[in-house]
């Protein structure tokens, strides 16, 4: 759980999963991730992402969390909290309220 420059504005379960699309199709040299974090529609990619499979259990990571800068510094809190659910919205809804 973390704030993140790229335009998505924070990483929770929603930006996670970014990770399953594929950076290049084999084969060719084009950047898909590259291009998504560029874009001005990036919160809009990652809601089409997350339409297309369904999770069955999300678990968050709150044990520290950036709330300004990140992904990888910025100002560091410590909420100690692990989160679980079967909804990545309202989990999100969750993460941001704690950041």
Do not use: C
């Not at 950076?23 to 590259?34: A, E, L, Q, S």
């Not at 560029?38 to 499979?53: D, E, T, V």
Request: glycine share 10%; proline share 4%; hydrophobic share 40%.
């Amino acid at each position: 759980m973390k704030t993140h420059r790229f335009g998505g504005h924070f990483t929770l379960s929603l930006k996670n999963s970014v990770g399953l699309v594929s950076k290049k199709v084999p084969g060719t040299i084009y950047d898909y991730i590259w291009e998504q974090h560029g874009s001005p529609f990036q919160r809009l990619m990652i809601a089409k992402i997350n339409k297309h499979y369904r999770a069955d259990l999300i678990v968050m990571d709150g044990i520290k969390a950036f709330i300004s800068g990140g992904p990888e510094k910025g100002e560091l809190i410590e909420p100690n909290l692990l989160l679980a659910s079967e909804d990545r919205v309202a989990i999100d809804a969750v993460g941001v309220a704690i950041l």
